[in-house]
């Protein structure tokens, strides 16, 4: 079956440490999106990749940092410069339109 | 900037009809897209109005107005399992065709 796999489906971390979400798809889409989504609230983009090798910050990328050597994968950390970092983080893919995105179940970050 | 604007909290019993609203203040866009969330659980497509006018699939329909800059998703013979997050998403088409995402509708379907 093709989708999108996240792992961990809840990480806790200390305030300070660096962490890493993994995000994979084997759907075989080009474009992949990290979003962030806090209690009641709607989605917000944090990095998004086109193609392979490339990759550009979204509305909040501050904090964040991305990878794309692969184009199954796209990583994302949650480095200590992020301000409030605990929040579900999700990973989507497209093919040929942003408009239909996949998500993956998400990642529970708690950072304490 | 983008703004999208959704009624927080609808509610509704099985088997009626229930409209959620999206109106938006936003320059640019290739149409609007609809998304179910379950708690807890991933984002889900459902619609998307690249034109004005109404879209349907199945028990579920999209319309979208540009003139009067509103959308809305409308559910129809409703279940409980409908009872889910909707978001409305507009696609830009400043550069990155990225999706604004509003601040979505919790939908309580009762018995």
């Known amino acids: 079956d093709g989708g999108i796999t996240q792992s961990p489906k809840y990480l806790f971390r200390k305030e300070g440490q660096n962490v890493t979400l993994s995000c994979e798809q084997n759907l075989n889409h080009d474009a992949m999106y990290w979003y962030r989504q806090d209690p009641g609230q709607g989605l917000r983009l944090i990095y998004y990749s086109q193609i392979v090798n490339d990759f550009q910050k979204g509305d909040i990328a501050e904090g964040y940092s991305v990878s794309r050597e692969k184009k199954e994968s796209f990583p994302l950390t949650v480095t200590s410069a992020q301000k409030n970092p605990t929040a579900f983080y999700l990973c989507?893919?497209?093919?040929?339109?942003?408009?239909?995105?996949?998500f993956g179940p998400g990642t529970r970050l708690t950072v304490t | 900037g983008q703004s999208l604007e959704q009624p927080s909290e609808v509610t509704a019993v099985e088997g009626a009809i229930v409209q959620i609203n999206c109106t938006y203040q936003t320059s640019g866009f290739y149409g609007l897209s609809w998304y179910q969330q379950h708690d807890g659980g991933a984002p889900t497509f459902l619609s998307y109005?690249?034109?004005?006018g109404l879209e349907e699939t199945g028990r579920f329909s999209s319309f979208l107005s540009r003139s009067d800059s509103y959308g809305y998703l409308l559910l129809q013979e409703l279940q409980m399992k409908d009872s889910a997050s909707y978001f409305c998403?507009?696609?830009?088409?400043?550069?990155?065709?990225?999706?604004?995402f509003g601040t979505g509708t919790r939908l309580l379907v009762s018995p």
């Open positions: 109005n690249a034109l004005d």
């Open positions: 989507a893919s497209s093919k040929d339109f942003s408009y239909e995105q996949y």
């Open positions: 998403a507009v696609c830009m088409n400043t550069g990155f065709q990225k999706l604004v």
